[in-house]
């Protein structure tokens, strides 16, 4: 699905007005109709709706579901902020129709606003600004915010919370922008949504379907994508009835280190899951018992040190190597690292401390070959491109960094975001706050190395490896809940998350 800007959405409103032959007040019939659907799904008439409305269509929306919900015997009250004597056409048609219907609850505001008293029992409908705002509210809005934020009341925000933009938001005052607790969302979702620093002003959020052009949507030129399992599925290759283990590939992971072996059988037994046909482990000779015990599938290549991985595999025989989880930063295994990555040929994966050891020594970093796949978290990518103030800032930093090294960036949170070397950047759907624990990155680089070993592109290895790793942590979580999940728990759902996607 893509992501269109606010600029975007707007022209994609007009080219379905021009294309579609459907009026724009009708559009906004449609919005205002599915609008109203949602919340009356939500709040019976119990509730007192409070609707604050703006000069824009935004305001002509909430004026619209005013009129809806009124005509559904609801008990509506409705503020219209028109303060520059200027109201869009749609908007002034809707007020025209609500007092048409003997609706007397409606307070224009020009210049003086008497607050009404909000409780927790009553509804706020935030109709102020929507995908038009085009600098940060100030002065009267701004209160008005204040206002509605401090209230008890529930406040559903129609398209976007007012205020707040709906991709950059570094200038924006934060105070300014509504809080709500649910944002109805016209078209497509905003970029602004997945960033976590707006989850609270976002709130839970949902997608209403007002028949926007599909030719333009298609045409649209974007950098920014929520992936679906609609995209993932075509991705998957069957597995052949003459297969054998030599036709998915060999997979090294060089993993674990004194007291971190954990990591390295983590990773090992989520890539044996995901479908390698041979896997061997490098680690240091210390976690050799270990492994060879919990991991009985993998073979395991001893390296020369007793603690610590201090000398660079031989990759002659490997289709693919995911580099770094719990390998410390040893500075035996930092040169040991710098040289193994150096010299690599094949598709690479470089996680966890591997990414610390070029952010540590950053001359390196043009060594990383074309093509590898980086998957730090926040920490980890900060520590490379420098500390970041929001998501917008640290998306566009990782972009100029994917771009300047030809590498994919996975950056790993809620929403994990696949960079390409391009600078697409698409959005992972799947996973849940209890994957947020010491070892689901483990699973996620043993995930992609099994997908490369396979023959995967990066880019299907990234995109597909984030979905499955998301998916199983979702079906563990229906199993043990987000409390208890632990990153085991992911690859114990991997065979059900992998029979799913697979699944006719
Ligand atoms: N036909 C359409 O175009 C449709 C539009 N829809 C709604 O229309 C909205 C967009 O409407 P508009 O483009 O009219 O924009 P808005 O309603 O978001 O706001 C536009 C108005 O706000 C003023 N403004 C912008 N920033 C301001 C600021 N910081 N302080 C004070 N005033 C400010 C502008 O001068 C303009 O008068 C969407 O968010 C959506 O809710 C939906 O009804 C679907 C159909
Ligand atoms: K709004």
């Known amino acids: 699905m893509k992501i269109l800007t606010c600029t975007q959405q707007k022209e994609a409103d007009e080219y379905t007005i021009a294309h579609n032959s459907i009026l724009s007040i009708n559009l906004m019939e449609k919005a205002a109709t599915l609008l109203t659907d949602a919340i009356c799904k939500r709040w019976d008439k119990s509730h007192r709706i409070v609707i604050f409305a703006g000069p824009g269509n935004n305001g002509g929306d909430a004026v619209a579901v005013a009129r809806m919900l009124h005509l559904k015997s609801y008990q509506v ?29 409606y307070h224009e505001v020009t210049s003086q606003f008497d607050a009404p008293k909000l409780t927790a029992h009553d509804i706020v409908i935030d109709g102020l600004f929507g995908s038009g705002l085009n600098k940060p509210l100030s002065g009267g809005f701004a209160a008005v915010v204040k206002y509605i934020n401090a209230s008890a009341a529930k406040v559903v925000s129609i398209d976007v919370p007012s205020g707040l933009m709906g991709e950059d938001n570094s200038y924006n005052i934060r105070q300014n922008i509504v809080q709500a607790d649910i944002t109805l969302s016209i078209g497509l979702p905003k970029l602004a949504f997945l960033f976590p620093e707006n989850e609270e002003l976002v709130g839970e959020w949902e997608v209403l379907d007002i028949g926007i052009s599909q030719e333009y949507i298609e045409n649209a030129e974007t950098r920014y994508l929520i992936t679906e399992e609609k995209d993932i599925r075509p991705l998957i290759t069957p597995r052949h009835k003459f297969a054998h283990k030599g ?20 990773s090992a037994r989520a890539c044996l899951r995901s479908g390698v046909g041979l896997l061997t482990i490098h680690t240091p000779v210390c976690n050799h018992t270990l492994l060879q015990t919990c991991v009985p599938e993998a073979m395991v290549e001893d390296d020369v040190h007793e603690r610590f991985f201090a000398e660079p595999a031989e990759l002659d025989n490997y289709q693919a190597v995911g580099i770094g989880c719990g390998l410390g930063q040893e500075e035996i295994t930092a040169q040991a690292v710098i040289e193994q990555v150096r010299d690599c040929e094949i598709p690479l994966v470089l996680d966890a401390d591997a990414l610390n050891i070029f952010s540590t020594y950053r001359n390196n970093l043009s060594y990383i070959p074309k093509n590898t796949i980086l998957t730090p978290h926040i920490g980890e990518l900060e520590r490379i491109i420098g500390r970041c103030s929001n998501s917008y800032e640290r998306i566009s930093k990782a972009k100029d960094l994917a771009n300047s090294l030809q590498c994919y960036i996975v950056l790993k949170g809620a929403w994990t975001v696949v960079i390409t070397p391009e600078g697409l950047c698409h959005f992972n759907p799947t996973g849940n706050p209890g994957m947020a624990t010491g070892g689901s990155g483990d699973v996620l680089t043993g995930i992609i190395t099994a997908l490369l070993a396979q023959g995967y592109s990066e880019e299907e290895a990234c995109k597909l490896g984030t979905y499955v790793h998301g998916l199983a942590g979702d079906i563990a979580r229906n199993k043990v809940g987000e409390i208890s999940l632990k990153a085991g728990d992911i690859i114990e759902a991997l065979p059900e998350a992998w029979k799913s996607l697979t699944k006719n």
């Not at 869009?88 to 007092?99: A, M, Y």
């Not at 060999?250 to 390295?264: E, N, V």
């Open 247 to 266: 036709n998915y590939g060999h997979g090294l992971l060089i993993t674990g280190s004194y007291g971190m072996g954990g990591a390295a059988v983590l």
């Open 77 to 105: 009250e409705v503020f219209l902020f028109n303060v520059t004597g200027k109201l869009s056409d749609d908007c002034l048609t809707n007020i025209r129709r609500l007092h048409e219907c003997g609706f007397t609850s």
